[in-house]
């Protein structure tokens, strides 16, 4: 059973740091790239940050480039997202996804990172 697991969020002042983290269970973990996806209120889903399966290659949205790192540990198939320099458009719901086959119509229950004074 495919499960994808997000945990971490919280509010969080302006200019403030904060690490989120996501389980992937079910699926091949470490053959596949992972991604973090963010919707806020009223938005779509959007694509914040990629890593290849073995972690050598990252992609980051221009608005989050040199303020969010996303690393990987395929020991505890896990993946985390650090975001430092937190600004209130990065308020969200945050949701990680794996490009396996078997996750292409999933998402978890997200977890939510909410940024204001």
């Known amino acids: 059973q495919v499960q994808l697991v997000e945990s971490g969020g919280t509010w969080v002042q302006p200019g403030g740091s904060l690490t989120i983290s996501c389980g992937g269970f079910?699926?091949?973990?470490?053959?596949?790239?992972m991604t973090w996806n963010r919707q806020a209120p009223g938005k779509g889903r959007e694509l914040v940050a990629r890593?290849?399966?073995?972690?050598?290659?990252?992609f980051y949205e221009d608005s989050v480039k040199g303020r969010f790192t996303v690393s990987r540990d395929n020991a505890r198939n896990t993946i985390d997202l650090q975001m430092d320099g937190l600004k209130p458009e990065d308020t969200a719901m945050y949701y990680c996804?794996?490009?396996?086959?078997?996750?292409?119509?999933?998402w978890g229950q997200g977890t939510q990172v909410t940024v204001s004074a």
């Open positions: 996804n794996s490009e396996s086959p078997l996750t292409q119509d999933y």
């Open positions: 079910g699926f091949a973990f470490s053959r596949y790239a």
């Open positions: 890593i290849s399966n073995d972690g050598s290659k990252t």
